[in-house]
């Protein structure tokens, strides 16, 4: 442990940068998600499609143009997030460490409702979900730009072992995504106080706080 040279600073909860990357990821997000099922509903991969209002553009060159337009915006906030994230020490402090034994003992408190929650510390199940969907968002961009600019990024495909399999990798991660959501929500609905401090920022707590496994 460093030696303690002034007294611990304070910090919200969530800090503007991570709950201004957050809410503007959402909305990235959810029109990645509706524009990217009107592309898939032109060639699907599987024997359903997305009903048409749950797609966003109208057409396919729409739904291409939305999806184009919205990955500008998710990948320069996801790169502002992994830059502040980074470089002050949030995710090193707060997203980790975790080990499975830790995960179970949480997922199991969680499941009967038993989870204690200490406000700015995550539990080990959101420690693990959270790197989780951050893995899973830089599978979809990589497999998102192997179908994209297959002829550039042709290495990338090879890694995929083919631009049929990057299509498939890219529909999995999307699902894997939104089954993070659906959990993440029911998570938050369980402590509904965390959704006011996602907004606002939260109580100040000390700087040294953060979890333990
Ligand atoms: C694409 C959808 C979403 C993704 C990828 C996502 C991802 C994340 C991540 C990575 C964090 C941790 C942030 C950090 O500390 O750096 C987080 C926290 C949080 N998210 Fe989301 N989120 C999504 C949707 C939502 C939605 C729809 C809600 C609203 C119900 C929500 C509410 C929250 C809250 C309240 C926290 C803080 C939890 C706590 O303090 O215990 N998120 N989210």
Redesign the pocket.
């Known amino acids: 442990m460093k030696p303690q040279l002034s007294l611990p600073r304070k910090r919200r909860?969530?800090s503007w940068p991570?709950r201004i990357?957050?809410w503007i990821?959402?909305l990235a997000?959810?029109g990645m998600v509706m524009s990217g099922w009107g592309i898939y509903n032109a060639d699907p991969l599987f024997a359903f499609t997305f009903p048409q209002n749950t797609t966003l553009g109208g057409w396919l060159g729409g739904n291409i143009a939305w999806h184009l337009a919205v990955m500008w915006l998710l990948a320069a906030n996801a790169l502002l997030?992994l830059v502040w994230?980074i470089f002050s020490d949030?995710?090193r402090r707060?997203?980790f460490p975790f080990s499975p034994r830790s995960v179970w003992r949480d997922t199991v408190r969680a499941l009967t409702f038993r989870l204690p929650?200490k406000?700015?510390q995550?539990n080990a199940v959101?420690k693990l979900?959270?790197s989780g969907?951050?893995l899973l968002?830089a599978l979809l961009v990589l497999s998102g730009l192997s179908i994209w600019k297959p002829v550039q990024f042709s290495g990338l495909v090879w890694l995929f072992g083919g631009f049929d399999i990057a299509r498939y990798v890219h529909f999995f991660a999307m699902s894997g995504?939104l089954l993070?959501?659906i959990i993440?929500?029911l998570?938050?609905?369980l402590?509904p106080e965390?959704?006011v401090?996602?907004l606002t920022g939260?109580k100040k707590i000390s700087t040294e706080d953060h979890a333990d496994e």
């Open positions: 909860i969530h991570v990357c957050h990821n959402v997000m959810i997030y994230g949030h995710f707060d997203f929650h406000p700015g995550y959101q979900m959270y969907v951050l968002g995504v993070f959501v993440h929500v998570m938050v609905l402590v965390t959704f401090a996602m939260g």
